[in-house]
C-alpha cells in the first residue's frame, strides 16, 4: 500500500470548495485536482503496475450514495478487526489485511478498496510505502482484482462518485510523499 501525488482531469461540473481547494487551471484551459490518494498494487509490469484505491468516501465507506458495495472489500490494519459501519451492508469480498509500516497510524475503519477502477502507476513516480498485503490476504486481494477485471460492462459506480470521494477529512492531506 502506498500513497501518491494523485492529478486528474476534474469534472465540468467539480467546483473548489471550503473543504477541498485542490483545483488548478492547467495548459488549454483544462481544470484538474489535485490530492494525496492512497492505492494497493495488485499486478505488476515492467514500467508501471495497475493499483486501485483505497478510499473512505468521507468517512461514509459504501454508506455514500452512488457507491456499489459488492465492488468494494474493507482494508483494515493487522491487530485491528474489520468493521463494517453501522447499516453498511453488501460488501460479498473478505476484508484485506495491511500491515502498516511501524510508526503509522491504523487505517481508518471507513477505508474500502474499490475495485472498480485500475490505475496505471508508472515506477518513477515518487511515493509514500505504507505497508503491505498480510501474506494471508494476498490471494483474496488479487482473486478480486482478476474477478472485477474480468465482468463484462465494468464498474457500476457512477465516475462522479470515484472523482468526489470525499477522502478530504484524512490526514493524507499533510503528508509528505
Same mark, same amino acid.
Given at each position: 500500500?502506498?500513497?501518491?501525488?494523485?492529478?486528474?482531469?476534474?469534472?465540468?461540473?467539480?467546483?473548489?470548495?471550503?473543504?477541498?481547494?485542490?483545483?488548478?487551471?492547467?495548459?488549454?484551459?483544462?481544470?484538474?485536482?489535485?490530492?494525496?490518494?492512497?492505492?494497493?498494487?495488485?499486478?505488476?509490469? &515492467?514500467?508501471?503496475?495497475?493499483?486501485?484505491?483505497?478510499?473512505? *468516501?468521507?468517512? @461514509?465507506?459504501?454508506?455514500?450514495?452512488? #457507491?456499489? +458495495?459488492?465492488?468494494?472489500?474493507?482494508?483494515?490494519?493487522?491487530?485491528?478487526?474489520?468493521?463494517?459501519?453501522?447499516?453498511?451492508?453488501?460488501?460479498?469480498?473478505?476484508?484485506?489485511?495491511?500491515?502498516?509500516?511501524?510508526?503509522?497510524?491504523?487505517?481508518?475503519?471507513?477505508? &474500502?478498496?474499490?475495485?472498480?477502477?485500475?490505475?496505471?502507476?508508472? *515506477?518513477?513516480? @515518487?511515493?509514500?510505502?505504507?505497508?503491505? #498485503?498480510? +501474506?494471508?490476504?494476498?490471494?483474496?486481494?488479487?482473486?478480486?482484482?482478476?474477478?472485477?477485471?474480468?465482468?463484462?460492462?465494468?464498474?457500476?459506480?457512477?465516475?462522479?462518485?470515484?472523482?468526489?470521494?470525499?477522502?478530504?477529512?484524512?490526514?493524507?492531506?499533510?503528508?509528505?510523499?
Amino acid at each position: 500500500m502506498f500513497s501518491v501525488l494523485f492529478t486528474e482531469p476534474a469534472g465540468e461540473t467539480a467546483n473548489p470548495t471550503a473543504y477541498n481547494d485542490s483545483f488548478s487551471t492547467v495548459k488549454y484551459g483544462g481544470r484538474v485536482h489535485t490530492q494525496i490518494r492512497r492505492f494497493i498494487s495488485v499486478r505488476c509490469r &515492467r514500467e508501471f503496475c495497475f493499483a486501485c484505491p483505497v478510499f473512505t *468516501y468521507g468517512g @461514509k465507506a459504501t454508506l455514500k450514495r452512488g #457507491v456499489y +458495495p459488492n465492488e468494494h472489500a474493507i482494508a483494515y490494519s493487522d491487530g485491528s478487526a474489520p468493521t463494517l459501519l453501522r447499516g453498511e451492508s453488501g460488501l460479498k469480498s473478505k476484508p484485506i489485511c495491511i500491515v502498516n509500516l511501524e510508526g503509522l497510524p491504523p487505517l481508518n475503519q471507513a477505508s &474500502r478498496i474499490y475495485f472498480g477502477i485500475h490505475h496505471p502507476i508508472q *515506477y518513477n513516480v @515518487k511515493v509514500k510505502d505504507l505497508g503491505d #498485503v498480510h +501474506p494471508q490476504s494476498i490471494r483474496y486481494l488479487r482473486g478480486y482484482f482478476n474477478e472485477e477485471e474480468r465482468r463484462q460492462g465494468g464498474t457500476m459506480q457512477d465516475i462522479a462518485v470515484t472523482n468526489d470521494q470525499g477522502d478530504e477529512d484524512e490526514d493524507d492531506d499533510d503528508d509528505e510523499i
